[in-house]
């Protein structure tokens, strides 16, 4: 496989950071509301590890079916959104399971992926204002 692609890397990172700034918002209300111990931590952890890892291998998918033909593309991004999807799945499963997960810190990170995306355009905009 070829390196690491520009723009996934720059788009995996900001997902990262933004996964990072929604787990500490997420750390602080558990605080406020008095339900934080060290689970929500590992949760938190654990989920929004797997959402970020999940984020990075669907890049590195789409950059290599780039290189491939189209019946085999297909099927690689088939095969990949598969493993991925049981990936998740395990992670809700073990943060459901194992007493040393908070379910819902757990399971809210798995969300954040999908919220960076949503405030990319934002962060985008907000960026060339500082140029």
């Not at 997420?26 to 111990?37: N, P, R």
Request: proline share 2%; hydrophobic share 55%; glycine share 6%.
């Amino acid at each position: 496989m070829s390196k690491l692609d520009a723009t996934v890397k720059r788009e995996t990172l900001y997902v990262a950071f933004m996964t990072l700034i929604l787990s500490a918002l997420m750390q602080a209300i558990f605080l406020i509301v008095g339900e934080w111990d060290y689970t929500v931590l590992l949760g938190n952890l654990f989920g929004g590890g797997v959402a970020v890892l999940n984020f990075l291998l669907m890049g590195l998918t789409v950059q290599t079916s780039l290189e491939l033909e189209e019946k085999e593309a297909r099927g690689h991004v088939k095969l990949s959104m598969t493993l991925r999807m049981l990936m998740l799945v395990i992670c809700a499963a073990l943060g459901v399971l194992l007493p040393c997960f908070s379910v819902l810190a757990t399971l809210i990170p798995l969300f954040f992926v999908r919220i960076a995306v949503a405030l990319r355009p934002l962060a985008d905009r907000f960026m060339k204002n500082d140029d």
